[in-house]
């Protein structure tokens, strides 16, 4: 799984998933999502490294736990 499939399961638009995590920009969504990407475009971010603050606000938000959100990745 994956976090563009964790987001669309739980029926949220890109946006939705920022504004409600709290996230400055929706940037950090698309680099994110880009990571599972074939071939991997040099903008994107592997979620893994993300803090872990801004893990759980995601997971919350997704409505899954902290290491179900890790085990998507």
């Known amino acids: ?5 964790l987001r669309e399961k739980a029926g949220l638009s890109q946006q939705d ?7 400055n920009a929706i940037s950090r969504i698309w ?7 074939t071939p991997r475009p040099n903008w994107a ?3 893994k490294r993300m803090s872990i603050e801004t893990a759980k606000a995601l997971a ?3 409505g899954v736990t902290l290491d179900d ?4 990745l």
């Open 69 to 72: 959100f890790y085990n998507a």
């Open 45 to 47: 971010r592997d979620p």
């Open 60 to 62: 919350d938000v997704l």
């Open 1 to 5: 799984m994956s976090i563009k499939a």
């Open 17 to 23: 998933l920022q504004r409600k995590a709290g996230l």
């Open 31 to 37: 680099s994110w999502e880009a990571w599972d990407r």
